[in-house]
């Protein structure tokens, strides 16, 4: 069965940092982009960073380039986003998604601006408050 599970969130501190997790199961990681996205109360699905098979392209979104980093482990099966110097403008539910950028979806970009994914995990919750 073709499995997504996001861990790592929590609540932090402007400034602070969290590392996201997203392990996969049921599927060979080296044939897919995986993509985290965030959606807080009252706004749209919002594409963060995704990431390419090999893990030689990444895209970031504008509000998150410099502070936000995605790296992949295919022989761990695991995907991660650090994230450094929140801001309470983070605060959302993540979500990673694996897609195999093989139809009509075929850069990181692409996946990430238009939410793209044909599998999702169920979502961690970040907050960052003082």
């Known amino acids: 069965q073709l499995q997504l599970v996001e861990s790592g969130g929590g609540l932090v501190q402007p400034g602070g940092s969290l590392r996201l997790s997203c392990a996969v199961s049921?599927?060979?990681?080296?044939?897919?982009?995986i993509g985290w996205f965030r959606q807080a109360p009252g706004k749209e699905r919002e594409g963060v960073s995704c990431?390419?098979?090999?893990?030689?392209?990444?895209y970031y979104a504008d509000s998150v380039q410099g502070r936000f980093t995605i790296s992949r482990d295919n022989a761990k099966n695991t995907v991660y986003l650090q994230m450094n110097n929140l801001n309470p403008d983070d605060t959302a539910v993540y979500y990673c998604?694996?897609?195999?950028?093989?139809?009509?979806?075929?850069?990181?970009?692409?996946?990430?601006?238009?939410?793209?994914?044909?599998?999702w995990g169920q979502g961690t919750q970040v907050t960052v408050s003082s």
């Open positions: 998604a694996a897609d195999p950028l093989d139809l009509l979806i075929t850069t990181v970009q692409a996946m990430c601006v238009l939410r793209a994914g044909d599998y």
């Open positions: 990431i390419s098979a090999s893990g030689g392209r990444t």
């Open positions: 049921g599927f060979t990681l080296d044939n897919y982009a």
